[in-house]
């Protein structure tokens, strides 16, 4: 099991910054895949960035040059900064935790913190 929670988030206008972090605790895998998701309302949840233990990224191309995800492997943490923030990136963030065991993939998930953007 693996337990996943979050910091940070709040209400911010259109083009400020804000960062929201994720503390990983638990059995954790030595390679792993920690990302954040985001929810809007009456929308599917969509990835928006992920970073695997080794460093590689990927993001969505909606936040491409905005955003940055770090991880910190030492202390099991994942970071996302946001800037230049739209009122298009208000929405529940998560965060996830992706790892495969015996060729079996485990996903656990936060429990999400809100993020507003908004004048």
């Known amino acids: 099991q693996v337990q996943l929670v979050e910091s940070g988030g709040g209400s911010v206008q259109p083009g400020g910054s804000l960062r929201i972090s994720c503390a990983a605790s638990?059995?954790?895998?030595?390679?792993?895949?920690m990302a954040w998701y985001r929810q809007a309302p009456g929308k599917q949840r969509e990835l928006v960035a992920a970073?695997?233990?080794?460093?590689?990224?990927n993001y969505a191309d909606s936040v491409k040059g905005r955003f940055t995800i770090s991880r910190d492997n030492a202390k099991n943490t994942v970071s996302l900064q946001m800037n230049s923030l739209k009122p298009e990136d208000t929405a529940v963030y998560y965060c996830?935790?992706?790892?495969?065991?015996?060729?079996?993939?485990?996903?656990?998930w936060g429990q999400g913190t809100q993020v507003t953007v908004s004048s």
């Open positions: 638990g059995s954790i895998d030595s390679m792993n895949v």
């Open positions: 996830n935790y992706r790892a495969t065991r015996l060729l079996r993939t485990y996903e656990y």
């Open positions: 970073i695997a233990t080794g460093g590689i990224t």
